[in-house]
């Protein structure tokens, strides 16, 4: 294990997380590419597990490098030293004694500052700004519960219907090492326990017979309620996961209009349908700005799976905490996904609003602020097998979210409007 050089990696895939605020796989895979992580001696898949545990542990290193060292200043390769320093305490193993010397003379009081941590959200590496929000809106002790869940990943796996059965595909992941469990109220959906190689890889995975989607957006899909026969708006549509479940529940046999602003993500979102077995012919793909679109007809149903802060989702990728520095973003979504739910409305007799977020501002406000604009929709129980929302907002128990350590998936905010 050469340690330099897993540092150097480490600390280019930080910077590249915060330069281009893109996902720590990519950014990870970029610094490969131009670096070579070969040369770290490591297993890549083991060592992206190593990056992803380093962007996830970015706050708590960057409280200790604040206080300990002695030039009050820090580099990304800091850092980067800083958590291998911590991680072979953590795993028991010997600290590499050239790791060792370079972390006692640049943060001299590290093993103090490392048993003194008293700020929960130092401890568990969240924004700051994002903890006092949560505890305004939940008890402090479910707050911490809820981000250390959050610092795990559960993987869930949609058998996709359209390619194979349920059976057939459960033995199928049985023969390659796959162990699950099926989720009792959802028998097209487990919960990854273990895996001898990464779902990606699995032939069952390339060829669309299974989706990696969580649960709390199946559970998207499912407060819609799809039937056969009816006409959709999925007016944030790209890359096409919901929509494909949408056709998979109605045995390709809805009529889907996929809305989207990017039209590279368009032809992506194409060629995945048809992977999955998606009938195209029944999908219609239009490019445009769903705040402002103007359309022709009315749907009987519509999803508003509206673009917003991810915070619910930085189990999936930890490059979330660090892009969320900036305590703006959420209510710079929440102007967007107003405007968004707003145009919805318009157009549909049911619309099923989601977000993959924690933060009440884009949740319980913005249906809250669209109910005060005298809209003709109101709010309707989802029905689905998940949380209330928060209790300090009126519409609490009229909502419905998903929160990690209670419901063992990512966070969301799901809420059905209708006529």
Known sequence: MNVDIIAMVLANTLYVVEKKRISTRKAFSYVCKRYGCGKALLDREFLFKLALRFISSYYTLLYIAERGNKVKRYSHRLLARLFLYTWFLEEGKKVD????????????????????IEEPWARLSYPKWLFDKLVKVMPIDEVIAMLNAM????????INTLKIDIDRALHKLEEDGVTYEVERTIPFLVKVVKSRAPIRRLELFKNGSIVVQDKASVLTVMALKPEPGMIIYDFAAAPGIKTSLIMQLTENRARVIAVDLSKRRLEAMKILMQRYGVDVDRIDFVLGDSRLLSLHRHADASLVDAPCSSSGAISKDPAIKIILRNSRIPQKMSDIQKDLLLNALRYSEKVTYATCSILPDEGEEVVEHVLTLGTKHKLTDPAIPASRGYQCYSIWSKVRRTFPHIDNSEGFFIANLEK
């Open 97 to 116: 004694s050239k790791l060792r010397k370079s972390i006692k003379r640049d943060v001299p009081d590290v093993d103090k500052i490392l048993g003194s």
């Open 151 to 158: 610092n795990k990943r559960v993987v869930w796996i949609r």
